[in-house]
């Protein structure tokens, strides 16, 4: 895991767990960071292992360890950021983007099923992730070849365990995501969250990668500051 944290000034610490792949130098990243920071927030943005051999002991143990030395925190977990948050303990409020809870519906079979028992690290499995329109119109060229285009039956059964054993999202945690997300479940979504816990943007699956992100960045503001409290009613009102 890499920290990196930003604005060490600021008023009270934010926690941004990102998803797989994002790196710091990534310029939407860089950009949803900023908005953090200008906010007002100490900004502590981790980076986690593209590869992990153990679920719990590379992501949730050093994030964990990594929170625990703070006071206080709010927390936002992006895609794996955001299956990661979800085993957290104490922040003061989180915000999901596009959690990754389960792998979407379509890349399931028996094959899946076969590969998933798997726990060898050669890297044939393809990530199908490592699209534009899959993952946002301002997603850079840098940051779409450092998404890895396979991954290993090693990391599926990780992820997987992960996706299996999440503990329940809190009742007053707000999560963002796009229906035409398809890299994680949407179904999984809605079967974790209430309706009105959820709010709709236009995109791909990095909300800090759609063109419309401006439109949406003061909702996730709200969320980050109040929780639940901070937002309009999510899906109840669409």
Request: net charge negative; proline share 5%.
């Amino acid at each position: 895991m890499k920290p990196r944290v930003t604005n060490e000034d600021g008023n009270s610490d934010l926690v941004f767990v990102l998803g797989w792949g994002n790196r710091h130098e990534h310029e939407t990243v860089d950009w949803l960071v900023g908005q953090f920071a200008d906010a007002g927030y100490r900004v502590h943005a981790l980076q986690i292992p593209v590869f992990p051999d153990d679920f719990y002991a590379d992501y949730v143990e050093p994030v964990q360890s990594y929170v625990g030395d703070l006071d206080g925190f709010r927390l936002v977990g992006h895609s794996t950021g955001g299956l990661i948050a979800a085993y957290l303990d104490g922040a003061e409020t989180t915000t999901y983007l596009s959690p990754w809870w389960d792998f979407p519906p379509e890349s399931k079979g028996v094959l899946f099923s076969l590969v998933s028992r798997l726990g060898f690290d050669a890297k044939f499995v393809p990530s199908e992730v490592d699209d534009r329109s899959v993952i946002g119109e301002l997603t850079t060229d840098r940051q779409l070849s450092d998404i890895p285009s396979k991954v290993s039956p090693r990391f599926v059964r990780e992820a997987s365990r992960g996706h299996r054993n999440r503990p329940a999202v809190d009742d007053d945690a707000v999560v963002f995501c796009s229906l035409r997300d398809r890299v994680v479940s949407v179904r999984a979504v809605g079967d974790a969250a209430d309706a009105d816990q959820i709010r709709p943007y236009e995109g791909g699956h990095e909300l800090f990668s759609s063109r419309r992100r401006d439109e949406y960045v003061e909702d996730v503001l709200a969320a980050v500051d109040d929780g639940l409290a901070g937002v309009d009613c999510g899906l109840d009102a669409v």
